[in-house]
Each structure stands twice: as structure tokens, then as C-alpha cells.
């Protein structure tokens, strides 16, 4: 494993996490859109679809890169003065941040590759993403308490997602204004001089 920064990530693990915060964010809020706007256009709405689904693929290789990158770079140390409670916390956060940013796309997925009406999803337009096999074969009547119950997972999963997101947001800002410490400078280098 390569040795620790002293007060910040490396670039690489900058750059993967503030890509992947902003790609998930449009993704909710797109997502949340899609599903629960009554009045948007079919056409719109199978345009937003399309483009959840390529966008929500990234995440997925951006995620699993930045686990092998994790895995090998040590991230810098939290501040000694941070109490036990908080970073025993941040540590729970993240991993779960880890496995919700592989399960979300992994059931969206899925209940693509289950769904009765057999969309093809073509990535950004241009290359045809194969679904999960198996699934194709089966009946309509079959697909559909499949495909419910990975919808039901995304959406769920999506929801925690949100929940996650506010509380690492708020513990960050938190941390920068409040307590005035480095846990977010180590992210966000750039605000070291205020
Ligand atoms: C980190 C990645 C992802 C995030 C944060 C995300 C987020 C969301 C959210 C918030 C919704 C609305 C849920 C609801 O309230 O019903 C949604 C719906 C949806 N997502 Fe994702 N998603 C991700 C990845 C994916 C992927 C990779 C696919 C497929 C390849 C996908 C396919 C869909 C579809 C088809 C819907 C509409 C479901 C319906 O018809 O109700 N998503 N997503």
C-alpha cells in the first residue's frame, strides 16, 4: 500500500470522489424526476432513462476504481483531536457510501435486464450494454416479480443514498465551520487557506 498523504488525499482520489458526488447527485435528482413527474413527455421521459442508465454505469466503473484505488493509497489521517464517536461514524459512512455506490447501479441494472417490456440499453447512444443472462428466456409473468423487487431495492437504496448524502454533507460542513478542522480540506485542498 502506498504510504499516506500528511493532510490530503492523492489527486486521483480528489478527482474520483467529487466526478462520482456530482454524477450521483444528477442521478437522483434526474431519477427522482423520471419517476415522479406525472406530466413529462414520454419521449422525455425515455430519453432520461436512457441516459440515467449510462450515467449510472459509469458510476459503477468509477466506484470500482476508486476501491482498488482506496484499497492500495492510505488515506491521510483523521485530526488526533477528532473523538472517537466521530470517527468511528465516519468510518461506517463511508463504508456504506462503498456498498451503496456498487448496489445501486448493480439493481438498477438488474431490473433492466429482468424488465417485461425488454429495453435495450445502449451506452450514451452508441454501445449496447448486454443484460443480466438468464433473465431474457423467462415469461413475462415471471420477469415481473423480479424486476418489482430489484425496482424496490433501487428505490430503497436510493432513498438511503440521500440520507447518506445529507449526513455526510452536513458532518462535513460541520467540521469546516464549526469545529474549523482539516477533515475537509484533506478532500477539498483548495479551501486550505481560509
Ligand atoms: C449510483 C447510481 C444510481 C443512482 C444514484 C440512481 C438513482 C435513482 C433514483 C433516485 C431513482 C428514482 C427511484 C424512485 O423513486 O422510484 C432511480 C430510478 C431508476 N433507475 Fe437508477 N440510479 C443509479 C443507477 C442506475 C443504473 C445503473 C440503472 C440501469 C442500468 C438504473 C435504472 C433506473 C431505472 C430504469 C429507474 C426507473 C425505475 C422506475 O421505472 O420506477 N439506475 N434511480
Do not use: N
Not at 421521459?45 to 466503473?61: C, D, N
Not at 485530526?79 to 468511528?88: D, E, F, I, L, Y
Not at 447501479?105 to 435495450?120: I, K, N
Amino acid at each position: 500500500m502506498t504510504k499516506a498523504r500528511v493532510d490530503h488525499y492523492t489527486s486521483v482520489a480528489i478527482v474520483l470522489h467529487w466526478l462520482i458526488a456530482a454524477l450521483v447527485i444528477g442521478l437522483i435528482i434526474a431519477g427522482l424526476s423520471m419517476t415522479k413527474i406525472d406530466a413529462l413527455p414520454r419521449a422525455l421521459r425515455f430519453e432520461m432513462i436512457q441516459m440515467h442508465k449510462s450515467i449510472g454505469l459509469t458510476v459503477l466503473a468509477l466506484t470500482l476504481a476508486r476501491v482498488i484505488w482506496r484499497l492500495s493509497h492510505r488515506p491521510p489521517p483523521l485530526p488526533v483531536a477528532m473523538p472517537a464517536w466521530q470517527k468511528t461514524v465516519s468510518t461506517l459512512t463511508h463504508g456504506a457510501f462503498y456498498v451503496l455506490l456498487l448496489a445501486l447501479p448493480v439493481s438498477g441494472y438488474l431490473m433492466v435486464s429482468a424488465s417485461a417490456w425488454g429495453v435495450p440499453t445502449f451506452y450514451f447512444g452508441v454501445i449496447e450494454v448486454p443484460h443480466f443472462p438468464g433473465f431474457a428466456e423467462l415469461t413475462p409473468e415471471a420477469k415481473k416479480p423480479i424486476e418489482g423487487l430489484f425496482k424496490e431495492t433501487h428505490e430503497i437504496l436510493a432513498f438511503g443514498a440521500i440520507a447518506l448524502v445529507v449526513l455526510h454533507v452536513g458532518a462535513a460542513l460541520r467540521h469546516h465551520f464549526v469545529d474549523k478542522d482539516a477533515v475537509l480540506t484533506r478532500m477539498a485542498p483548495w479551501l486550505r487557506a481560509r
